[in-house]
């Protein structure tokens, strides 16, 4: 990437910096703040999917898992073997077309 197209990057990250400063005058990231809110939100969402109605994220948990499976289907794979098994059998036939 050449300077020039950088320089705009390097400008978003400094407008989108001042613009937050204008918006939370006096933030100041907190990690330990942040640790501890994380931890109350792990252990709430631990209660709720124990004893409680199933919760948002757990559908969307449920979603993702449905993504995560093989794109192959058995329908697929039956007609990948079929062009297997025509292919072996050209090649049969081309040996003894050799022979």
Do not use: F
Not at 14 to 19: I, L, V
Not at 49 to 64: D, E, I, Q, Y
Not at 94 to 99: A, C, E, G, I
């Amino acid at each position: 990437m050449s300077k020039g197209s950088k320089e705009i990057y390097y400008q978003r990250s400094r407008q989108a910096g001042q613009d937050h400063k204008q918006k939370y005058p006096g933030y100041v990231y907190n990690p330990k703040e942040a640790r501890m809110r994380k931890a109350l939100r792990e252990q709430s969402r631990g209660s709720r999917v124990a004893g409680g109605a199933p919760t948002r994220w757990t559908k969307h948990a449920l979603t993702m898992n449905h993504h995560r499976q093989p794109l192959v289907t058995p329908v697929l794979l039956s007609q990948h073997q079929h062009c297997a098994d025509s292919s072996k059998g050209m090649l049969d036939e081309q040996v003894d077309r050799d022979n």
